[in-house]
């Protein structure tokens, strides 16, 4: 039966909602996201516990891809299936794998501004060294930009680790607004904007507007990677680096010495991989295309369900005709 890490036993989220009171922010300035992040599935066994040796297995593997770091407890990641303890227990995990050197960004976002604060105190102490924190959205009507900032700012306000940003409207139905980046943006413990809309116009637009501030953005999906660097953001967040790092690491470093040819063609390699195994078919699909290039992906939590036969052939066909199996 797999076990979390031993050093867990202490963390208690309920402790860290006392703490957070007397706990003084920090200033995210000097923190550089510049470079490609896998957002970290969560493999599970058969009986649908964390499987934390497997997830140590994936970390050891991807020691060999100059990624900046990690995000823990994404999307991707299967957070809104974790339990608050498991959550923990990941990053807690992740930390003792991965070398200091190698950002860890953790996925801290709750419904309530009072249980984010809590939980974002907790990954801090968990050993993560940013905050990735998601729109909260099941009141999504009042959702307004007002309430978004004091939410964001709260948080920011009461974090001992900096603040990210995360716009992910396929999941929430709620884009964070342009105006409540903007104000957000000048808070000295926000660093910065995960943002996976896809929307270039409104990226280059917050690029333009923040380019006084220290604040940095980031491309949530490998699909419009190019593009993201194109109008200046400084990296990306993207579930196919999972499966295929080094060539995004590649396109990275394309972007960066102006290869423009060489980089729009390999964009164009990975634009249906990363459509499969993201709005397509999911996370399901990222845990299959994982276990063929010798990574853990295994099963998802119910209620997501496997891939039917047809799905799966649809997804071996989108790697295959792009060259990559």
């Not at 063929?292 to 992906?297: A, C, E, L, M, Q």
């Amino acid at each position: 039966m797999a076990q979390p890490p031993r050093l867990l036993a202490p963390l208690r989220l309920g402790l860290a909602a006392f703490r957070w009171l007397s706990t003084p922010a920090t200033s995210g300035a000097g923190l550089d996201l510049r470079g490609i992040f896998p957002p970290l599935t969560t493999p599970f066994t058969a009986q649908a516990e964390v499987d934390y040796s497997r997830l140590e297995e994936n970390l050891h593997r991807y020691a060999t891809v100059p990624f900046r770091g990690f995000v823990v407890q994404g999307s991707s990641g299967e957070c809104p299936y974790l339990t608050p303890q498991e959550r923990l227990a990941v990053v807690s995990c992740v930390r003792q794998a991965v070398p200091r050197d190698k950002l860890l960004l953790a996925g801290s976002g709750c419904e309530s501004t009072q249980g984010t604060i809590a939980m974002t105190v907790a990954m801090a102490e968990a050993g993560a060294d940013a905050a990735l924190v998601v729109t909260p959205c099941y009141y999504r009507g009042a959702m307004t930009s007002v309430a978004l900032i004091h939410h964001y700012s709260q948080v920011a306000d009461a974090s001992p680790v900096p603040v990210v940003l995360y716009s992910v409207p396929a999941n929430t139905g709620l884009e964070l607004p342009l105006e409540a980046v903007l104000t957000l943006s000048q808070h000295p413990n926000i660093v910065g904007l995960k943002d996976s809309g896809g929307d270039i116009t409104r990226l280059g637009l917050i690029v333009h507007k923040t380019r006084t501030e220290e604040f940095q953005v980031l491309v949530g999906s490998a699909g419009f990677l190019m593009a993201g660097y194109a109008i200046g953001a400084c990296g990306g967040v993207c579930a196919l680096a999972n499966v295929l790092g080094a060539p995004l690491c590649q396109l990275e470093r394309l972007c960066q010495e102006g290869r423009w040819q060489e980089a729009q063609a390999l964009q164009l390699q990975l634009i249906e991989p990363n459509a499969a195994v993201t709005r397509k078919f999911g996370i399901p699909a990222l845990k299959q295309a994982m276990e063929w290039f010798g990574y853990h992906g295994g099963p998802c939590r119910a209620p997501l369900r496997p891939l039917s036969e047809a799905q799966l052939e649809e997804l071996r066909r989108d790697f295959s005709i792009n060259g990559w199996l």
